[in-house]
């Protein structure tokens, strides 16, 4: 079963606007993990945020967390052409005395020029 | 520093062949993680290697199997494929410290598989 949940599925902007993608998951986390996959490609991660966060911002990226309602959204300010891509959230699930990310099924970001 | 590298980036088997996917992990990192993406399952978690020994294991049939090898090279192979096992496989590797550490996974391009 899926962790995360990425809203919305797909969002389409004009370049210049800003994007927000939103990440529901269900149990309890330690951190949260956004990575960006270009068409086809392999994914690349872009930010890192602790469950003792409530921010975090890296360049055009602020992503924000809400342990009590399990929730992350990513901000992507003035969007470029060049962030079309497709933007997962991924949180750690513990199983076996090791642990595993698991991926929601992404949020498909397209912006025009 | 070189990045993960997936051998072959695309192939095209029939049913009931098998196949063998390669993966080196940047240098220094001792976990390797395999994933399949499809568009309707999404990214699924297969299995995580670590100092060749395989420490997490996803809800796959026992037709996906893996390994890795001493310098922490890992392979995975699918026996008797199915046309559902068309997807891209991709490959991530983490300088994991513990399970206290936070896991931030460096991935490949992938490997397309076609299954026909």
Not at chain 1, 69 to 86: E, N, P, Q, Y
Not at chain 2, 95 to 110: D, E, P, R, Y
Request: hydrophobic letters at 30%.
């Amino acid at each position: 079963s899926q962790q995360g949940e990425e809203d919305p599925q797909a969002l389409s902007i004009q370049e210049g606007e800003n994007a927000t993608m939103n990440c529901s998951y269900k149990t309890s986390i330690n951190n949260l993990q956004w990575y960006r996959q270009n068409s086809g490609r392999g994914l690349v991660h872009l930010i890192l945020i602790r469950s003792n966060e409530r921010e975090k911002h890296s360049g055009r990226l602020r992503v924000t967390l809400d342990t009590s309602k399990k929730s992350s959204s990513l901000l992507i300010t003035a969007s470029r052409a060049a962030d079309t891509a497709s933007y997962f959230c991924a949180t750690p699930i513990r199983q076996g005395g090791s642990e595993k990310l698991v991926f929601g099924k992404g949020t498909k970001l397209t912006v025009n020029p | 520093k070189a990045g993960v590298t997936q051998t072959p980036r695309y192939l095209i088997k029939t049913r009931g062949q098998q196949v063998t996917l390669s993966c080196s992990p940047i240098s220094g990192h001792r976990s390797v993680s395999w994933y399949q993406q499809t568009p309707g399952q999404g990214l699924q978690f297969l299995f995580e290697y670590f100092s060749e020994t395989q420490r997490n294991k996803g809800n796959f049939p026992g037709r996906f199997s893996g390994r890795q090898f001493s310098n922490s090279r890992s392979e995975m192979n699918v026996s008797t494929l199915e046309l559902g096992d068309s997807a891209l496989y991709l490959c991530a590797s983490s300088l994991k410290i513990g399970v206290s550490g936070a896991n931030v996974l460096t991935f490949g391009a992938g490997s397309r598989l076609t299954v026909l």
